[in-house]
C-alpha cells in the first residue's frame, strides 16, 4: 500500500508529506482548494505524463515522492527484479523531478529509471478512478485475465498455455521440414553432385592431421633419417652401449656381498640404463624403418591432403567437417527418396497437439462463460443502491477465429454496460458517463477486491451528481472494500467522508503573500466540523452537527 507521499513546488504544494496506513481515507475540502492537485502529484509518482505548468511558480523544478510496501512477491517487485534491481524486501520509493522547461527524470529507489518503466510499477501498485480518467478495468485486454481470476481459472489457463506452446512447437518443426524439404527438392540436383563427390572423396575423421604430419616427415624424411644413422652409431658403433653397461653390472654385482650394499643402488642403475638403452635402439630402429624417401609417396600424400582442402573451401567449411556434411548430404536425400517420411510424422504430431490445445481450451471456454454468469451476477447486485437500477452488465465471451487463438485460448471477453433500458450494450468506457463510470467501477471493484493484486485504489469524486441514500450506498461499498485494499476517496458527500477510518482536510492558505494549498490529517472532532461543514455549508449549525454525528455513527 501506499506509505508516504511527499510533494514539493507542484503548482500550489510548497511542500506537502502525508503519511497513510489501511482502510479508507477520504479527501475533503472546498471546490477548488488543490484536491486534483494531490491526484496530479501522485500520478506524477506513478509514471503520468508531465506537464511544465505543475511546476510552482518561481521553482526551478517540481518534486513527488511516493514510498509503497507491497509483498515480497508483488508484480511489482517481479517487474524491478526484471531489470536486475534488487527490492525484494526493501520498500519501493518512487520519485519523479520536473523542471520548468517540462523534463523530468524518474527514479525507484534513488535508481535512475525509465518514465516507461515507472509507469508500468505504477500501474501495479495504484489504481486510479475519475471522472474523466480510469485505469487497469477500462483496458479491455485485462478482462480475460480478470474473469479468469474471478472464475478460479487459474491452473486451467496455464493447462492451455502449455497446450498452446506444445502445438506451436509443433507446428515449427513441421514448417521447418517443410522448408527444408521444399529446398532441398529445388536443390537436388546440386546435392546429388556434392554428396557424390564427397563419397568419391571419402573424407575420414582426424585425416587431414594425419595427413600433414605424414608430409611434415616426408618433407624432412633425409635430414631426419641422417640424424638417426648417427645416433644409432653411437649406440652400436665401437663398444655398444647397452654391452658397456651389462659388463660393468656384472663386475660389480661379483663384488657387490662384499660391499655392504653400497653398490646396490649403482647396479639398479646400470640395470635400468642398460634397459633404457636397449629399448632406445629399438625405437630409433623402428623410426628409422618408418621414413619413407619415395617421392612417390610424398606426392600421392600432398595430392590427397589438398584435395580435401580443396574440398572444405568450396563447401565453405573445416576439413574436419567434410563427415559431417556428407552424412548430413545424405539425410537430405534420403528424405527426398524416401517422399518426407519426417514431414508425414512431424504433420501427425501437429495434428495431435492442436487437438490437445483445442480440447483443453474449449473446456476452458466453457468454464469461462460460466464464471461470466456468476460474474454478471454479483455486479447486477451491486448496481441498484448505486442508482443505477436502469443499467445493466454483461461480461461478454466470444470466441475466436484459429488466428486469433492463443496462450490465452480461443475467446476474446470484454466487459460491456447499457445505462438505459433497451439501449445495446457497449465498452465500459464508452458508454458510461463521467459519474456512472466510477460507480460502475466501484460495484466492480466490490465484486473483484480478493483478486486484484493492486493494493491501493483512488476514487476521484466516485459520488458526483448523488446525495442522499446513493451517496450512503457509495459509502458503505467503499468501507467494505477498504477492508482488503487501501481505498483513497476524493469526495464532496458527507455521507462518504463519514465512513473514512482516517479523514484529510485539503485548503488554501495565504502565505507570504502567496496561495499555498495545505492538507491536515483531522481528529475525531475536527472531522465531526469538517462534515457538518459540507452538511450545511459555510454556517455550520447544532442540526448539521448532530447529523454528521449520525453519520460517523452509522
Known amino acids: 500500500m501506499l506509505v508516504s507521499l511527499s510533494i514539493r513546488d507542484v503548482v500550489l504544494i510548497e511542500r506537502l508529506d502525508l503519511s497513510f496506513t489501511g482502510g479508507l481515507s477520504v479527501f475533503t475540502g472546498e471546490t477548488g482548494a488543490g484536491k486534483s492537485i494531490l491526484l496530479d502529484s501522485l500520478g506524477l509518482a506513478l509514471g503520468a505524463r508531465a506537464e511544465s505548468g505543475l511546476v510552482r511558480h518561481g521553482a526551478a523544478q517540481a518534486s513527488v515522492t511516493a514510498e509503497f510496501d507491497p509483498p515480497a512477491v508483488h508484480p511489482a517487485r517481479r517487474l524491478l527484479a526484471e531489470q536486475d534491481m534488487d527490492a525484494a524486501d526493501a520498500p519501493l520509493v518512487l520519485r519523479r523531478v520536473l523542471t520548468g522547461d517540462g523534463r523530468s527524470r524518474a527514479y525507484v529507489n534513488d535508481q535512475p529509471v525509465s518514465i516507461g518503466l515507472l509507469r508500468r510499477i505504477g500501474d501495479e501498485l495504484v489504481e486510479i478512478h475519475g471522472q474523466f480518467e480510469s485505469h487497469g478495468l477500462l483496458d479491455s485486454a485485462t478482462h480475460i485475465g480478470v474473469l479468469d481470476d474471478f472464475g478460479g481459472l487459474a491452473a486451467d489457463r496455464a493447462a492451455v498455455a502449455a497446450a498452446w506452446e506444445g502445438w506451436r512447437a509443433a507446428r515449427a518443426a513441421r514448417e521447418a521440414a517443410e522448408a527444408?524439404?521444399?529446398?532441398?527438392?529445388?536443390?537436388?540436383?546440386?546435392?546429388?553432385?556434392?554428396?557424390?563427390?564427397?563419397?568419391?572423396?571419402?573424407?575420414?575423421?582426424?585425416?587431414?592431421?594425419?595427413?600433414?604430419?605424414?608430409?611434415?616427415?616426408?618433407?624432412?624424411?633425409?635430414?631426419?633419417?641422417?640424424?638417426?644413422?648417427?645416433?644409432?652409431?653411437?649406440?652400436?658403433?665401437?663398444?655398444?652401449?647397452?654391452?658397456?653397461?651389462?659388463?660393468?653390472?656384472?663386475?660389480?654385482?661379483?663384488?657387490?656381498?662384499?660391499?655392504?650394499?653400497?653398490?646396490?643402488?649403482?647396479?639398479?642403475?646400470?640395470?635400468?640404463?642398460?634397459?633404457?638403452?636397449?629399448?632406445?635402439?629399438?625405437?630409433?630402429?623402428?623410426?628409422s624403418a618408418d621414413i619413407d624417401l619415395d617421392p612417390r609417396h610424398l606426392e600421392k600424400v600432398e595430392e590427397r591432403l589438398f584435395a580435401l582442402r580443396a574440398?572444405?573451401?568450396?563447401?565453405?567449411?573445416?576439413?574436419?567437417?567434410?563427415?559431417?556434411?556428407?552424412e548430413r548430404l545424405g539425410r537430405q536425400l534420403a528424405q527426398l527418396e524416401g517422399g518426407g517420411?519426417?514431414?508425414?510424422?512431424?504433420?501427425?504430431?501437429?495434428?495431435?497437439?492442436?487437438?490437445?490445445?483445442?480440447?483443453?481450451?474449449?473446456?476452458?471456454?466453457?468454464?469461462?462463460?460460466?464464471?461470466?454468469?456468476?460474474?454478471?451476477?454479483?455486479?447486477?447486485?451491486?448496481?441498484?443502491?448505486?442508482?443505477?437500477?436502469k443499467a445493466t452488465f454483461r461480461t461478454r465471451v466470444d470466441g475466436l477465429d484459429e488466428a486469433g487463438w492463443g496462450a490465452?485460448?480461443?475467446?476474446?471477453?470484454?466487459?460491456?454496460?447499457?445505462?438505459?433500458?433497451?439501449?445495446?450494450?457497449?465498452?465500459?468506457?464508452?458508454?458510461?458517463?463521467?459519474?456512472?463510470?466510477?460507480?460502475?467501477?466501484?460495484?466492480?471493484k466490490v465484486v473483484l477486491a480478493w483478486i486484484s493484486p493492486i493494493p491501493t485504489?483512488?476514487?476521484?469524486?466516485?459520488?458526483?451528481?448523488?446525495?442522499?441514500?446513493?451517496?450512503?450506498?457509495?459509502?458503505?461499498?467503499?468501507?467494505?472494500?477498504?477492508?482488503?485494499?487501501?481505498?483513497?476517496?476524493?469526495?464532496?458527500?458527507?455521507?462518504?467522508?463519514?465512513?473514512?477510518?482516517?479523514?484529510?482536510?485539503?485548503?488554501?492558505?495565504?502565505?507570504?503573500?502567496?496561495?499555498?494549498?495545505?492538507?491536515?490529517?483531522?481528529?475525531?472532532?475536527?472531522?465531526?466540523?469538517?462534515?457538518?461543514?459540507?452538511?450545511?455549508?459555510e454556517t455550520i449549525t447544532d442540526q448539521a452537527r448532530a447529523a454528521a454525528d449520525a453519520l460517523m455513527a452509522g
Open 341 to 389: 517420411g519426417d514431414l508425414a510424422r512431424l504433420a501427425r504430431e501437429e495434428q495431435t497437439t492442436r487437438a490437445a490445445f483445442v480440447e483443453k481450451a474449449r473446456a476452458l471456454s466453457k468454464a469461462r462463460r460460466d464464471a461470466a454468469q456468476r460474474l454478471d451476477r454479483a455486479v447486477a447486485g451491486e448496481l441498484p443502491p448505486l442508482k443505477l437500477e
Open 311 to 326: 574440398a572444405a573451401r568450396r563447401h565453405g567449411v573445416a576439413v574436419d567437417d567434410l563427415v559431417a556434411l556428407k
Open 457 to 537: 485504489i483512488v476514487f476521484d469524486e466516485v459520488d458526483s451528481g448523488i446525495g442522499g441514500a446513493v451517496a450512503a450506498a457509495v459509502g458503505d461499498r467503499l468501507a467494505r472494500l477498504a477492508d482488503g485494499l487501501q481505498v483513497l476517496v476524493v469526495t464532496h458527500s458527507p455521507q462518504v467522508a463519514a465512513r473514512g477510518a482516517h479523514h484529510y482536510r485539503v485548503a488554501k492558505r495565504a502565505a507570504a503573500g502567496a496561495t499555498v494549498t495545505g492538507v491536515e490529517s483531522l481528529p475525531a472532532d475536527d472531522r465531526r466540523e469538517e462534515i457538518a461543514r459540507m452538511l450545511s455549508g
Open 180 to 287: 527444408a524439404l521444399s529446398k532441398a527438392r529445388a536443390e537436388e540436383e546440386s546435392l546429388r553432385q556434392m554428396f557424390g563427390d564427397l563419397s568419391d572423396l571419402d573424407p575420414k575423421p582426424g585425416e587431414d592431421a594425419a595427413l600433414a604430419q605424414s608430409r611434415a616427415v616426408m618433407m624432412h624424411g633425409e635430414k631426419l633419417l641422417e640424424a638417426m644413422n648417427a645416433a644409432q652409431a653411437a649406440l652400436t658403433g665401437r663398444g655398444e652401449v647397452e654391452a658397456a653397461l651389462r659388463t660393468a653390472q656384472r663386475a660389480l654385482e661379483r663384488v657387490a656381498e662384499r660391499a655392504e650394499g653400497k653398490l646396490d643402488g649403482v647396479i639398479a642403475a646400470l640395470d635400468r640404463a642398460a634397459v633404457e638403452a636397449a629399448e632406445a635402439t629399438g625405437l630409433l630402429e623402428r623410426a
Open 408 to 444: 490465452h485460448g480461443l475467446d476474446s471477453v470484454g466487459f460491456e454496460v447499457a445505462t438505459n433500458p433497451g439501449a445495446p450494450p457497449g465498452p465500459l468506457g464508452k458508454i458510461a458517463s463521467g459519474g456512472e463510470l466510477s460507480r460502475f467501477m466501484l460495484a466492480l
